[in-house]
């Protein structure tokens, strides 16, 4: 589809070109991550999911988005009804600020409205990892639930009728169930993922002697019962929240420093 106010290209990935386009940011075809992320596409794309990337005039990706029915979302949400949007973004600085995120964001309500969906829905946020709300307000969405620390969860009806979508909650049950030690919540969603999953274990292990508990989230169910609104990676501590995103291992040791964790080989 050919956007003709921007120049732009929107391209849907499909079964047969998951590997003609990098992976975001990632180029290597044997990337552990980026292999885990291709076969959970492949068992999404069965939930319906949509995935689309912008092309420039040079034939280059430039931005990318994903989204399948709220049903199937891969987050910490009730939003059956609408179209859910995991992640949306563009490559680099040069392609920020020329309408490639506002080019995707249009093709997704119209698969919306062809998919007979209430509306579009999504995960915002100021932190890392997800897009912050900016460029959804500045297209027409409306924020309808909040969560701490910086969560918001935004929708554009096409039906004005249509309840909101809601968060799913009980933050704090959630984290308790998970016991004492450590735990990390990890899924295959996000290609980047794997990585630091890994680095966390091996850092765990190897600098404070602790055998990490991994729980691996096979379905959107069990990320709808995630104790994070972003559900897909999380790091847990005697049932306290260390972190609701992927960090690196430097930041890893700064967080167990604040709690006073020390290196038992130190």
């Avoid at 409306?142 to 935004?154: F, H, I, M, N, R």
Wanted: net charge positive.
């Amino acid at each position: 589809m050919k956007c003709a106010t921007t120049g732009l290209t929107i391209a849907d990935l499909t079964s047969s070109n998951l590997l003609a386009f990098p992976c975001c940011g990632i180029k290597s075809l044997v990337h552990d991550g980026r292999c885990q992320k291709n076969r959970w596409l492949q068992m999404q794309l069965k939930n319906g999911l949509r995935a689309k990337f912008a092309l420039g005039r040079d034939g280059r990706p430039c931005g990318y988005i994903e989204y399948l029915p709220g049903k199937y979302a891969w987050r910490a949400v009730s939003a059956p009804g609408y179209m859910f949007i995991h992640c949306i973004w563009t490559f680099s600085r040069p392609s920020q600020n020329k309408g490639v995120a506002s080019a995707l964001l249009r093709a997704c309500v119209e698969d919306a409205k062809r998919a007979g969906q209430q509306g579009v829905a999504v995960l915002a946020r100021e932190g890392p990892w997800l897009a912050n709300s900016g460029v959804f307000l500045k297209n027409g969405f409306k924020v309808v639930e909040t969560a701490a620390p910086d969560y918001q969860l935004l929708v554009s009806k096409l039906d004005p009728g249509a309840p909101n979508p809601a968060f799913t909650g009980n933050w704090e049950r959630k984290l308790k169930k998970y016991g004492r030690g450590l735990t990390i919540v990890r899924s295959q969603q996000c290609p980047h993922i794997a990585k630091f999953a890994d680095e966390i274990a091996d850092a765990a292990v190897s600098e404070y002697g602790l055998t990490p508990r991994i729980v691996e989230l096979k379905s959107y169910r069990d990320a709808r019962r995630a104790p994070t609104p972003y559900a897909v990676f999380s790091i847990i501590y005697d049932g306290r929240l260390l972190a609701d995103h992927q960090i690196s291992r430097s930041r890893f040791r700064n967080i167990m420093r604040t709690l006073h964790i020390e290196c038992p080989h130190s």
